[in-house]
């Protein structure tokens, strides 16, 4: 069963930056890509940055040239670099994968962006 882990959230000042992790099961090649999506409080999850096993990336233009997605393959870990931070990206960070037609999720991780 493949199973995603993010890690990396917390409370962060306006300008500041955060780095965000997500472990995966088996060997991320697998994956016809990986994503973050992200939901703020009370709205849609919407989504974040693609990274596909080509290597390819794609950023939502609320986030170009402030976050930037990538991965590692030995740890088997994508991430999501994040700076520049403001107090509209507060909200849950999830990870997302493809497989063979399947689709995988994380449970998210809470990122706060406050003064």
């Known amino acids: 069963q493949v199973q995603l882990v993010e890690s990396g959230g917390g409370l962060v000042q306006p300008g500041g930056s955060l780095r965000l992790s997500c472990a995966a099961s088996l060997s991320i090649i697998s994956f016809d890509a990986m994503r973050w999506y992200r939901q703020a409080p009370g709205k849609q999850r919407v989504w974040v940055a693609t990274?596909?096993?080509?290597?390819?990336?794609n950023h939502a233009d609320s986030v170009k040239g402030r976050f930037t997605i990538a991965r590692d393959n030995a740890k088997n870990t994508v991430y999501l670099q994040m700076n520049a931070l403001k107090p509209e990206d507060t909200a849950v960070y999830f990870c997302?994968?493809?497989?063979?037609?399947?689709?995988?999720w994380g449970k998210g991780t809470l990122v706060t962006v406050s003064s």
């Open positions: 997302n994968a493809d497989l063979a037609s399947s689709d995988y």
């Open positions: 990274i596909t096993s080509g290597g390819k990336t």
